[in-house]
């Protein structure tokens, strides 16, 4: 299982770089092997990659903080061609709003 995670503050990402996250710290969504593989298949993760200067994969952690890059990533996610029905494009939207709205950043444990 993959997990994409948002922190509900400042303080709850502090916690989460230092692993001593408490209850109600992180709001998680789980991507099934499945889904990953069509998100990646789409080229979602690759154009987010390319966009942002990160490396999503399969093998490591990565995270988008800070609003600029997060409202990037909104914008490249809505606006991709991805076809309707892939939940986890959807969950991901979901977490990258939730960034934003949290001021935070999106986690991704792959």
Request: with cysteine; charged share 25%.
């Amino acid at each position: 299982m993959k997990f994409i995670s948002v922190p509900t503050s400042q303080e709850a990402m502090s916690r989460l770089d230092f692993d001593t996250c408490v209850d109600g710290d992180l709001n998680d969504v789980i991507i099934t092997d499945e889904d990953y593989i069509l998100i990646v298949k789409s080229g979602l993760i690759r154009s987010l990659n390319e966009l942002l200067d990160i490396y999503i994969d399969e093998f490591e952690d990565e995270k988008i903080v800070g609003i600029d890059d997060l409202i990037q990533a909104r914008m490249l996610i809505e606006n991709n061609s991805t076809p309707s029905g892939i939940k986890a494009v959807d969950l991901l939207l979901s977490q990258v709003n939730k960034a934003i709205e949290y001021k935070t950043g999106v986690f991704f444990y792959f």
